[in-house]
Every structure is written in structure tokens, then in C-alpha cells.
């Protein structure tokens, strides 16, 4: 068993990687901004599955705030097996209504913190000829729908191929690409889901298992879902302007 570092463990997919991650034995360590919501789910992780979970509550768009991050994942002496690059958050508005900063704080959360820690953990992976990293993008990374697809598009792209180049080294990369799942992603962003219907939405348990069973064959993407498979493949032969989809309802899946 090896130590797994998550960030965005506070809630929705993170928290359900820390749940399945501890039920396999291994250490944890959880990164988000909430630190009580992380020391709870510490408290009970531990108590549930007699696993060390270690807390590093820390703003992965302040620059130090990821800077500290990036140190803890490059310790030697508390080596990082896993990392799962999961915090993310989706914008409402259209780009031009964004503010700049908004726009740049989105990409460093999905890009430069995930990019980050992926350059801090890799050389001790290496290393040690085994390692497992799960960037969680979305079925959104094959849509033309924003900066919340195009960010999920560079973690599709270098999942792939540092899957390929790594691989070989023992260590699987993975793009993890869910469909609309439930969470508190929607409302945090304060997008409206009532008249969505049932049938459309994933379980996290089920994204989450079915990302961890594909990384461990060392598989590039996962995809779960016929559903979401399906939409992929549509991608590829619909027009942008049917993909582009009814864009304020449907822009942050
Ligand atoms: N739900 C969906 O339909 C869906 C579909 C496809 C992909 N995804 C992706 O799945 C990932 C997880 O989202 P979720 O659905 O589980 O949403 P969620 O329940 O809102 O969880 C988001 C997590 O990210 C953390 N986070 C947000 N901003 C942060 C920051 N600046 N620094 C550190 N941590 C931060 C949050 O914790 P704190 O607030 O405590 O910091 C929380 O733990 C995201 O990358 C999202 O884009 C979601």
C-alpha cells in the first residue's frame, strides 16, 4: 500500500477517491481549502479504515498555496504513489462576462496546479519504477463549450501522452472524463439542474471506480458510462455547433 494524494478531498468526487483509496489500505493525503471538512473526513477515514491521513488545507490558485502542495508531494520521505488531480470548479458565465481574473484562477486550478503536481510527483514515481496519476477532466474536454473544455482538453491531451511515454516506466497515467455527475459542482457554481432529467446523471462511487479500476490497467482515458461514451463518439462526427450545445445550461458539464 502506498500514499495517495487528492486534491479537492473535501467534497463530491475527491471525497469519494479518499473513501475508496482508504477502504484499499492506502495513506492519504487531502488537499482543499475547507480545513474542517477535511479533518472530519480525516477523523472517520482513519477511524474506519485504520489508514494515516494527513491534512494540507491550501488554495491551489494562491501561488503559495500550491507551493506547499508541490512540496509535499515531492518529500522523499513520505513518497506520493498516488496522486489524483481532481479540485476543479466550473464558471457560469460566458468569457467575455468573466472577469480576467476569474478566467486565470479557473486555468490554474485545472491546469497549472494539476500540471504542478504531476511535475512534482513524477521523478520520485519514477524512481521507484511504479506510480499511478488520475487527472479528472471531464466528457467536456471532447466539447467545444469554454475555458472550462479547453482546460479539460490540456488534461485529456497530457494524460494521453504521459500515459504512452511513462507507461513504460511503470506508471500509469490516467484522464478520467465523467459526464454530468452528483456533487456540489453545480450548485456551487449556481447552475440551475432541476430540469435535468435522472437518467443523464452519474454516481460518484461509480466514476470513481470505474477511474481507479482504468488507471490500474493503464488505460489513458475513462470514460464512464455508455451514455458518456456515446457523446464522445458523437463528438467526433457532429457538427461545433450542435456540440457547443445549449450553452448556459449544459456549459459545465
Ligand atoms: N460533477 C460533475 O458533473 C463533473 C463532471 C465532469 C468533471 N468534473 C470534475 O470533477 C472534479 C471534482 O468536482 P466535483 O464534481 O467533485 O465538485 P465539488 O463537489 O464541487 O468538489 C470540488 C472540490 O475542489 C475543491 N476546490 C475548489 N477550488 C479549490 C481551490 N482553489 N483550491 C483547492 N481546492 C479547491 C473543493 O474544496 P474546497 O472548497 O474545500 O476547496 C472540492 O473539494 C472537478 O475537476 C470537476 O471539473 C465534475
Not at 104 to 124: D, Y
Not at 201 to 225: H, I, M
Request: aromatic share 6%; glycine share 8%; net charge positive.
Amino acid at each position: 500500500m502506498t500514499t495517495a494524494l487528492i486534491t479537492g478531498a473535501s467534497s463530491g468526487l475527491g471525497a469519494e477517491f479518499a473513501r475508496q483509496l482508504a477502504a484499499e489500505g492506502h495513506d492519504l493525503v487531502l488537499v482543499a481549502r475547507h480545513r474542517e471538512r477535511l479533518e472530519a473526513a480525516a477523523r472517520g477515514l482513519s477511524a474506519e479504515h485504520g489508514v494515516e491521513v494527513e491534512v494540507v488545507d491550501v488554495d491551489l490558485t494562491d501561488p503559495e498555496g500550491l507551493a506547499f502542495a508541490v512540496a509535499r508531494a515531492k518529500d522523499p520521505s513520505r513518497p506520493v504513489g498516488i496522486l489524483v488531480n481532481n479540485a476543479g470548479h466550473g464558471l457560469l458565465h460566458d468569457f467575455h462576462d468573466n472577469t480576467l481574473l476569474d478566467e486565470v484562477n479557473h486555468l490554474r486550478l485545472h491546469v497549472e496546479a494539476a500540471m504542478s503536481l504531476c511535475h512534482a510527483a513524477l521523478p520520485g514515481m519514477l524512481a521507484r519504477g511504479e506510480g499511478r496519476i488520475i487527472n479528472v477532466a471531464s466528457v467536456a474536454a471532447y466539447l467545444p463549450r469554454g475555458t472550462y473544455a479547453a482546460a479539460k482538453a490540456w488534461l485529456l491531451t497530457f494524460s494521453r501522452w504521459a500515459n504512452v511515454h511513462y507507461r513504460r516506466s511503470g506508471v500509469h497515467v490516467t484522464a478520467l472524463c465523467p459526464g454530468l455527475t452528483r456533487t456540489e459542482f453545480h450548485s456551487r457554481m449556481g447552475m440551475e439542474t432541476r430540469y435535468l432529467p435522472a437518467w443523464i446523471w452519474l454516481r460518484a462511487d461509480r466514476v470513481v471506480r470505474d477511474g481507479l479500476r482504468d488507471n490500474l490497467a493503464g488505460k489513458a482515458v475513462s470514460v464512464p458510462s455508455v451514455l458518456y461514451k456515446a457523446t464522445v463518439a458523437a463528438s467526433k462526427v457532429l457538427p461545433d455547433r450542435l456540440l457547443g450545445g445549449p450553452a448556459r445550461r449544459a456549459r459545465s458539464t
